[in-house]
């Protein structure tokens, strides 16, 4: 009975703790998209009565080319970008793992992107990226190895690696985090034992690390 009383106590500081969290979440995500999803099936006005309209703006939406266009880039950006950022994470975080001098600098100069809000760095990389005035395409034009501007932002075709390799350059700092953490859980017997038994980096890097970090790239 006592522990029975004992857990039930537990599990209401749970809940309790979990309560700001939960309370934001509900707020700031749940609230916002079912309310987008009702105003998807209406003629929205900001003076006024809105007008339901039913499927109208999705009928609309699947009729036009810009949606297709934009849906393909998303899915490109998705299934290119993340698996890029996540392989450079994991050379990074196995990197900065390591016994080097200075590691808790390294860590710190690749986590310091992260915390810049996304307006911030949108101004930085569009500067970057000028066609004219761009810190890239002077140092290019510098080492001549390109006569005019190349139009990163402003192509067809490099306008989504040019938005992919920004994401990546921010987001690196948070996935190396968790990915250290994963790393740091490793057992150093396994490393041991293993360089005893003659396996090198890669194997133990296919053998050890990557399986047992399973769960972190899974997050990341």
């Known amino acids: 009975m006592a522990a029975s009383r004992e857990s039930r ?15 934001i979440f509900l707020l700031y995500r749940i609230v ?27 009928l609309e939406m699947i009729r036009s080319d810009v949606f297709w266009q934009s849906l393909i880039n998303t899915i490109i950006y998705l299934f290119i970008g993340s698996p890029i ?10 990197l900065v793992n390591r016994p080097l001098a200075g590691r808790n600098a390294y860590r710190a100069i690749v986590f310091l992107p992260y915390p810049i809000t996304p307006v911030a760095i949108a101004i930085i ?4 990226y000028d066609e004219k005035v761009g810190l890239i395409n002077y140092i290019l034009r510098s080492l001549g190895l390109v006569e005019q501007g190349i139009p990163f932002l402003q192509s067809f ?3 989504l690696p040019s938005v992919i390799a920004t ?22 017997d396994l ?25 972190t790239i899974f997050i990341c």
């Open 85 to 94: 950022a996540i392989g450079i994470a994991i050379f990074v975080a196995i």
């Open 125 to 128: 990389f569009k500067w970057l």
């Open 167 to 188: 994401s990546i350059w921010q987001v690196l700092g948070y996935l190396v985090l968790l990915l250290l953490a994963g790393l740091q859980n490793i057992p150093d």
């Open 157 to 159: 075709s490099l306008a």
């Open 32 to 58: 916002p998209l079912v309310w987008n999803l009702a105003l998807s099936f209406q003629e929205w006005k900001l003076i006024g009565p809105n007008l339901f309209v039913g499927l109208d703006h999705y």
């Open 9 to 23: 106590r537990l599990r209401w500081m749970i809940y309790l703790f979990l309560l700001p969290s939960l309370a």
């Open 191 to 215: 490393y041991e034992v293993a360089e005893l038994d003659g396996a090198g980096f890669f194997t133990q890097l296919f053998r050890i690390t990557l399986p047992l970090i399973r769960p």
